[in-house]
Structure formats: C-alpha cells, structure tokens
C-alpha cells in the first residue's frame, strides 16, 4: 500500500499521476519521466486567460502516458459492475497499482471534495485504501464499497524499466520567448502558477541539468511558492463577489520572468 509521506511528496498534477509517480518510484528512477514537463510561461498564462482551470490544462504530457508510450508500463481500464470489481481486485498482483473510480458518496463524510468528477483512489486486494485529495487512508466492507465504486478500474504493471525517455527540454527553455503576459483572474493565476511551480520542480529533477540554472531554478520555485501561497490566502480572504475583481498583471511576475531568463542563459551558455 502507498502511504500519506509518498502521496505527498509526489510532482504529480492529478490523482492518477500521483498514485502512479508514489507506486512507479519505488522500482524506476522517475526523475527519467520529467524531461518533457517544461511548459512555456506565455503558453500557460495565455490558456489560463482563455478558459484553462489547474485541473483540465492539457498541454503537459501526462506522464502515466509517457512511461506507457516507452514501454516502462503496461495499464489496462476495465469498465464493469460493482461484483465484478470485487473479482478482478481479489486477483490483483503485490507489485500492480490498482485504481477505482469512486462517486460523489465516497466524500459525505468528508468536508472536501476532488476538483474533477473522475476521480480514482488507490486499492489494494483486501478492500484497503489511500485518497489523494483528501489525504485519507481506510478499508472498505463490501457494502461500502459497493455504495462508492464508479464502474470503472485502472491497473498499473511494471514493464521494460530499463528505458529513459527522450525529451528536448534544453531546446524547449532555449525557444522561449518572452511575450506581454495576459492579465487574468486572481483563480487563475492560482492555477497557472500550480502548474509552473510543478512543472519547474520537476525540471530542478532532470539529471542532465547544468548546475548554475538548478540553482536559479531554486530560487524560482521559493518565489512561484510564495506567489502561489499568497494568490491563495487572498481569495479566502476576499468574497467570492470580490474575488472576481481581482486582477494579476505582469508586473506580479516580474521577478519570475527574470529568473526564467537567467535560466535560459544558461542552457544557451
């Protein structure tokens, strides 16, 4: 079973990838997997002004798919009934990670909910379970399970992990440019910064790396945090009528776009 500390310490950017990153980590270095997880700040800032949310942006592979596309994984989905369920995870293997998709029950006693309406918990063979949002852990009787399983399970197994996959990050920070950013709500600026502080974190993980822009990136990521954290305490602090008013220009991200600057330099050097 994955436990709370792995959940946590997970880059993933959904329950899936990060049951998959806590579960893959633990035989492959998956550090492999983020070589194509740099997003271009004008990119991301630009989809979150025309309608991206944190929880459906799309433009970063995700990386489930990745380690399947190079073979590291094998997965298979299988849409069935709650008592069928029942069978295919009593034959689940000690090193497959098993996911279910659970219905809105799963949260009454819960005081959160997930941001998407898919959302998966991680099972193992004896009904026990881990959540990713809310973090949360417990075990299932059949009835319970029953009241709460979505009619669909994901299973996870290990394939060829001797692969690295390719990917053109160097490229990709060096053809950045470096546009008028939109302005855009203070929700979505929350969000679009979600994405860039998972996204360079990630980057700060890449082997290949030169040393002088992980350290720039360092002290990125401490500011897109702070940044994050803030945009976050000023929405609860505001109504949701004065939320909406709430408007983030460029110049919030001044110091953001230096040091994505100075982290070109240094792939260009």
């Not at 970063?60 to 709650?82: M, S, T």
């Amino acid at each position: 079973m994955l436990t709370k500390k792995e959940l946590a310490d997970t880059l993933g950017l959904s329950c899936v990838e990060k049951y998959f990153l806590a579960w893959l980590g633990k035989n492959y270095n998956i550090n492999n997997l983020y070589v194509r997880s740099f997003v271009v700040l004008n990119k991301l800032f630009d989809a979150f002004a025309h309608g991206a949310t944190y929880e459906n942006y799309c433009d970063i592979e995700r990386l489930q798919d990745l380690a399947e596309e190079y073979g590291i994984v094998n997965h298979k989905y299988i849409p069935c009934r709650a008592d069928k369920a029942i069978d295919i995870i009593a034959q689940k293997k000690e090193d497959e990670l098993l996911l279910i998709r659970v219905n809105t029950r799963f949260f009454l006693n819960f005081k959160r909910s997930s941001w998407r309406e898919d959302h998966y918990i991680c099972l193992e063979k004896d009904l026990s379970w881990i959540n990713e949002y809310p973090l949360s852990e417990g075990k299932f009787d059949r009835s319970e399970f029953e009241k709460i399983f979505d009619g669909a399970i994901c299973i996870y197994s290990l394939g060829d992990l001797n692969v690295i996959p390719s990917g053109g990050i160097g490229s990709a920070v060096c053809n950045q440019s470096f546009n008028a950013l939109p302005e855009i709500s203070l929700s979505k600026f929350e969000g679009a910064l979600g994405i860039l502080r998972i996204t360079r974190k990630r980057m700060l993980m890449v082997p290949y790396i030169p040393a002088k822009a992980k350290e720039i990136l360092s002290d990125e990521i401490k500011i897109a945090d702070k940044l994050y954290f803030s945009a976050r305490m000023k929405q609860l602090k505001a109504g949701s009528g004065e939320e909406s008013q709430l408007v983030v220009t460029e110049n919030d991200l001044k110091t953001i776009i230096e040091y994505e600057k100075k982290i070109q330099e240094c792939f260009k050097l």
